[in-house]
C-alpha cells in the first residue's frame, strides 16, 4: 500500500488492548465471517477473539448477523454467529478544493461514495495571480459549505465523520500550511483550512492536489503495483505528485512536486496545463493566419476556442490541430525527461479533467522522447480518472486515517 505523509498532531500510544486492533483490521476487509475465522486470521484464542469481538460491536464497528438458521442457510447443527464490519458507522470526506471549483464526496469508512457536493469558487481560469476582490466569498466558508452539504446527502441523522481530507492546488507542509508566495495564490487557496475545519471532524488533513492525485493512481488508478511513479495533473497549470519506493514525498515545505523550475526549461517555459498551453498555440495560430480556411479550429470563437476542442479536431485528423498537438507533445516530453532525471520514475501518469483527451498527445510524446542508450525512459499513461483524480485521493487518504484512529476515536467517545 502506498504510504502517505500524516501532518503532525499530538497522539498517544493506544489505550486499548492489541487484541482489539488485530480484530478490526481483519473485520474492516472482510465481507461476513464468524469467530473462527477470526482467530484464524489474527491467531488470538477463542475467548480472546470473541471479547474483542464484543467490544467492537459495543463500539458501533461491528454487528451481528443473523445466524445461518434464520438466513435460511441451515443444513444441520449448530449454526455459527455471523459477523460484518460496519462500514455506515461513520463517514469521511475528500475535498478537491481547485481553483474554481469545489467539489466534496462522502464516503462509508471503506471509501464507497454515498454523495457528493460541488459548487464553483467564483474565480476564473488564468486568474491565479490577480488580487483577491472585497465581495469573493471567503475560501474557509465555502469549502465547510461543500462539506456540510455532503455530509447532509448522506441521509442519516447526524453520521459521525471521522476525518476529512481536502487537496488544494498548492504546496502544503506537515503542519497542513501553504508557504508564502508572492502572488498570494497559495495562501488564497490554503487560508489555513486545517484550523477552519478542525470543528467538523476529529481529522483533518490538508495535502497538495497532484499528491493526492498521484495517491489515488497507486490506489484505484494505472500506477497499481508501480512503486515509483510520477501523476502530473495537467489542469489550468501543471504539478505532480511524487512517489518514490511506495512512499508520497512532501520536502520540507511540502514543494516536492512543484514545477515551477520549468520556467527555467528550454522550450517549456512556464506551468502552463497541456489544454491551456494547446489553445494558446491555437490561438496564436489564428492570429498569425497560419490555420487553413477549412480548419476545424476555425468554426468556435476564438474565445470559446480550448485545447479540449484542439485534441478532438487532432483525433479527427485536422492538420492544424495535429500540428499543435505534436508542439504540446514536444512541450511535455521536455517534461517528462526533466521529470525522470530528477525522481527515476518508471511510470508517469497525465491526470486531470483533460486526461480521457490526452492520447494523442501521449503517443506524439513517446515519440519525441530522447533515446538514450544507458537509460529507460518511463512510460507516459493517461488517467483513467478524468476530473475525480484529486477527489478520489482525497477520500482514499480520508478513509486511511480513519482506519488508524477509529478504535481511539469510538473509545474517546464512550469514555
Not at 500510544?13 to 487484541?19: L, R, T, V, Y
Not at 471479547?51 to 460491536?57: H, P, V
Not at 497549470?237 to 512543484?258: I, Q
Request: aromatic share 4%.
Amino acid at each position: 500500500m502506498l504510504s502517505i505523509p500524516d501532518q503532525k498532531r499530538d497522539s498517544e500510544p493506544p489505550s486499548h488492548p492489541a487484541s482489539l486492533d488485530a480484530v478490526l483490521h481483519y473485520a474492516w476487509d472482510a465481507s461476513e465471517f464468524t469467530a473462527t475465522d477470526v482467530m484464524a486470521a489474527t491467531a488470538l484464542t477463542r475467548t480472546t477473539a470473541i471479547e474483542a469481538m464484543q467490544t467492537l460491536i459495543d463500539l458501533g464497528l461491528l454487528r451481528e448477523l443473523p445466524n445461518a438458521r434464520e438466513a435460511g442457510e441451515y443444513r444441520k447443527g449448530r449454526p455459527a454467529r455471523r459477523f460484518e464490519f460496519c462500514a455506515d458507522a461513520g463517514v469521511v470526506v475528500g475535498v478537491d478544493a481547485g481553483h474554481t471549483h469545489l467539489t466534496a464526496v462522502a464516503a462509508d469508512l471503506r471509501g464507497d461514495t454515498l454523495a457528493v457536493a460541488t459548487t464553483d469558487s467564483g474565480l476564473l481560469p488564468g486568474s491565479e495571480g490577480d488580487a483577491p476582490k472585497a465581495h469573493e466569498h471567503p475560501r474557509n466558508l465555502m469549502v465547510t459549505e461543500v462539506i456540510e452539504r455532503a455530509v447532509a446527502g448522506v441521509g442519516r441523522d447526524h453520521p459521525q465523520v471521522f476525518a476529512v481530507c481536502v487537496g488544494v492546488p498548492a504546496p502544503v507542509d506537515v503542519h497542513g500550511r501553504s508557504p508564502a508566495q508572492a502572488s498570494g495564490f497559495w495562501q488564497r487557496v490554503n487560508p489555513n483550512l486545517t484550523t477552519a475545519l478542525e470543528s467538523l471532524a476529529p481529522i483533518v488533513l490538508v495535502e497538495n492536489d497532484a499528491s493526492l492525485a498521484a495517491l489515488a493512481e497507486g490506489a484505484v488508478g494505472e500506477a497499481q503495483e508501480c512503486r515509483n511513479f510520477v501523476t502530473i495533473l495537467a489542469g489550468s497549470r501543471l504539478g505532480s505528485g511524487v512517489v518514490v519506493d511506495g512512499n508520497l514525498l512532501r520536502g520540507a515545505r511540502g514543494a516536492v512536486g512543484e514545477l515551477g523550475a520549468l520556467e527555467y526549461v528550454e522550450g517549456v517555459d512556464d506551468t502552463s496545463g497541456l489544454g491551456r498551453h494547446a489553445t494558446a498555440l491555437a490561438r496564436q495560430a489564428l492570429e498569425e493566419g497560419t490555420v487553413a480556411a477549412d480548419s476545424a479550429l476555425r468554426k468556435p470563437s476564438p474565445e470559446d476556442l480550448s485545447g479540449r476542442i484542439v485534441l478532438e479536431s487532432a483525433k479527427e485528423g485536422d492538420p492544424d490541430a495535429l500540428r499543435i498537438v505534436d508542439q504540446v507533445a514536444a512541450r511535455l516530453a521536455r517534461i517528462v525527461t526533466m521529470v525522470a532525471g530528477a525522481y527515476d520514475p518508471e511510470r508517469v501518469v497525465i491526470a486531470g479533467a483533460i486526461s480521457p483527451s490526452v492520447t494523442p498527445i501521449i503517443e506524439a510524446a513517446r515519440r519525441a522522447l530522447p533515446t538514450d542508450p544507458y537509460s529507460q525512459p518511463p512510460d507516459i499513461v493517461a488517467s483513467k480518472l478524468g476530473d475525480r483524480a484529486v477527489v478520489t485521493g482525497a477520500v482514499q487518504a480520508a478513509a486511511r486515517l480513519a482506519r488508524a484512529q477509529a478504535l481511539e476515536l469510538r473509545l474517546a467517545a464512550r469514555r
